[in-house]
């Protein structure tokens, strides 16, 4: 079966690191996707990596291991709008995405 | 541009009855989706179309219909509602389907369904 694990929920501090890690197994593989979603707003388009390494963009990273299945989202300088739900996607040999659960980030002054 | 719009924002529908929930996109994206977001799970792709004139059957298909018939509207038809079909309705679109780049999907607002 396709599986996109990510921790539940995090917390973290106004200012300070955070990163939210993304593990999958999945049929294929063509592109890793993250995506925001804040509560009771549709997701939107954070990063997109399909060769391994790093992806930066602003205060916010994407890093992917193909040969480890493994991802994570690096969001640095927290603010208090960051507090949302961040949402891991892998496309399929089929090229449709499977979804992680989501991992909920609260932030804290 | 507004980019992917739905309707009804939200509905509350008695077990049985049918609805259709409509999704609009004016980024002339050929392709199209129809996902539901439940709590504790992903996103689950219910109905999807590379094109007008085609659609497919994703991870949920049963109790949905959709057709495509241009390119801008994708209706997703509850035939007989059930409570199991309580949701949130997420519309959305790429570029091309056919996993060309990065082809994003772009998320119009939701519908919020009950079924009673």
């Known amino acids: 079966g396709q599986n996109i694990d990510q921790p539940t929920e995090m917390t973290a501090t106004e200012g300070a690191i955070v990163q939210i890690n993304c593990t999958y197994q999945t049929s294929g593989f063509n592109g890793l996707f993250w995506y925001q979603q804040h509560a009771g707003e549709a997701p939107t388009f954070l990063s997109y990596n399909v060769l391994d390494g790093l992806e930066e963009k602003g205060r916010f990273s994407s890093f992917l291991s193909r040969s480890k299945g493994y991802s994570y989202l690096l969001l640095k300088e927290l603010q208090m709008k960051d507090s949302a739900s961040y949402l891991c996607?892998?496309?399929?040999?089929?090229?449709?995405?499977?979804w992680g659960a989501g991992t909920k980030l609260i932030i804290k002054p | 541009t507004a980019g992917i719009t739905q309707a009804p924002t939200s509905q509350i529908l008695a077990a049985g009855r049918s609805m259709t929930l409509r999704c609009t996109q004016d980024m002339r994206h050929n392709a199209m989706y129809w996902y539901r977001q439940d709590l504790g799970l992903g996103l689950r792709l219910i109905h999807y179309s590379n094109t007008a004139g085609t659609t497919g059957k994703g991870e949920v298909p049963d109790g949905y219909s959709v057709s495509r018939a241009n390119t801008d509207d994708f209706p997703l038809t509850l035939a007989s509602a059930v409570p199991s079909q309580t949701s949130v309705y997420f519309c959305?679109?790429?570029?091309?389907?056919?996993?060309?780049?990065?082809?994003?999907?772009?998320f119009g607002p939701g519908t919020r369904l009950t079924v009673l």
């Open positions: 959305a679109s790429s570029d091309t389907g056919g996993g060309a780049g990065a082809d994003t999907q772009y």
């Open positions: 996607a892998v496309r399929d040999s089929n090229y449709q995405l499977i």
